[in-house]
């Protein structure tokens, strides 16, 4: 069974550009949370998306949305890139209602200079 | 919201100590999770506690849930370079609909 995907693997952007990540969650699992990794500071949860729909979203801006798609899959999309913005981003698909056993992809390494 | 303190921040044992690493909730836990990242890499789920005195092993990684304290600890035994890395704990507040991570304690075996 193949894993969480995520692509790509890394990200080069300048402030004020746009970076889009995607994710490919386990077949069967229909939930993605998105997570961020700044250097130094813990795993903050971003988004969560369930069938389709974003159910919650953690304290970020506006500029960080995302979808979901009819297979799954999902997109983070940060719009105006600030320095800060540079993380590892994580996302973990679910596939049971333990919304703790989560499956995760190796990430996104996202550099803003 | 629910926050997760671990403690220690870090940890650098030689090869073949045992340690244990904490996880304290400001709230009711409502399942506990322990998960390992190896350095810039996604995280690993090691296992889960539902019920407080709970205690679950995998390898020689052993996890207790005191649910009175709000806590749970995670012990190695006979520790290996192959433990190094963080360890996260992360918690359920039982609404659905989010997951709160811990502050992570990094680990490394000095063999």
């Known amino acids: 069974e193949a894993g969480v995907t995520q692509s790509p693997t890394h990200l080069i952007k300048t402030r004020g550009q746009q970076a889009t990540l995607r994710c490919s969650p386990i077949?069967?699992?229909?939930?993605v949370y998105w997570y961020q990794q700044a250097l130094g500071l813990g795993l903050q949860f971003l988004l969560w998306?369930?069938?389709?729909?974003?159910?919650n979203r953690g304290n970020f801006p506006p500029r960080f949305s995302g979808r979901q798609f009819p297979n799954y899959s999902s997109e983070l999309n940060v719009n105006a890139l600030e320095l800060e913005d540079s993380a590892l981003y994580l996302c973990?698909?679910?596939?049971?209602?333990?919304?703790?056993?989560?499956?995760f992809g190796p990430g996104t390494r996202l550099t803003v200079l | 919201s629910q926050e997760l303190e671990q403690s220690p921040q870090s940890l650098i044992v030689q090869e073949g100590k045992n340690l244990t690493i904490n996880c304290t909730s400001s709230?009711?836990?409502?399942?506990l999770y322990w998960y390992k990242q190896k350095y810039g890499e996604g995280l690993i789920f090691l296992m889960m506690?539902?019920?407080?005195?709970e205690e679950k092993s995998h390898e020689k990684i052993t996890a207790k849930l005191d649910e009175k304290k709000q806590q749970s600890s995670l012990h190695i035994t006979a520790s290996q370079p192959s433990h190094a890395g963080i360890y996260l704990c992360?918690?359920?507040?039982?609404?659905?609909?989010?997951?709160?991570f811990g502050t992570g304690t990094s680990l490394t075996v000095i063999p």
């Open positions: 077949s069967g699992h229909t939930s």
């Open positions: 709230k009711t836990l409502y399942g």
């Open positions: 998306y369930d069938e389709g729909e974003e159910r």
């Open positions: 506690l539902q019920k407080g005195g």
């Open positions: 973990a698909s679910v596939g049971t209602a333990r919304v703790g056993e989560q499956f």
């Open positions: 992360g918690a359920d507040p039982g609404t659905g609909n989010q997951f709160y």
